[in-house]
């Protein structure tokens, strides 16, 4: 597997990027959320910025599959 990753989706917060990324893992890719440190907490302790959501480049296609529901 490359080392090289791939940004699939981009989020507004933390919470919908993790709920991705575990139904990811349920299907055997490993993703990640990168940016985390550009966020900001709002009253309701949700955190708000960019998250990039990230993939193995050859995961990509598998991957927006599964996010777009076509799996």
Not at 23 to 46: E, F, H, R, Y
């Amino acid at each position: 597997m490359s080392d090289t990753l791939a940004t699939i989706k981009t989020f507004p917060n933390k919470f919908e990027a993790d709920v991705i990324i575990t139904k990811l893992a349920s299907a055997g890719i490993s993703a990640m959320v990168a940016n985390q440190d550009t966020v900001i907490a709002d009253p309701s302790s949700v955190l708000h910025g960019r998250f990039d959501l990230k993939v193995h480049k050859e995961d990509a296609e598998k991957a927006l599959e599964i996010i777009n529901g076509n799996s």
